[in-house]
């Protein structure tokens, strides 16, 4: 049963991981080439 876990350093969830960060730094740029701020400034930081 070990071989179908989901949770922890396996090849699903790493494989996730890597997809959701791919997009978050998509819709950042995104963001940024819409607005012409930089994502720190959006959120007040800078």
Same mark, same amino acid.
């Given at each position: =049963?070990?071989?179908? %876990?989901? *949770? /922890? *350093? &396996?090849a699903f969830a !790493?494989?996730?991981?890597g997809r959701?960060? =791919?997009?978050? *730094? &998509?819709?950042?740029? /995104?963001? !940024?080439?819409?607005?012409? #701020? +930089?994502?720190? %400034? #959006?959120? +007040?930081? %800078?």
């Open positions: =049963m070990a071989d179908t %876990s989901r *949770f /922890g *350093f &396996v !790493e494989t996730w991981n959701l960060a =791919m997009l978050g *730094f &998509v819709i950042g740029l /995104g963001t !940024e080439l819409l607005t012409g #701020q +930089g994502i720190l %400034s #959006q959120l +007040g930081l %800078s």
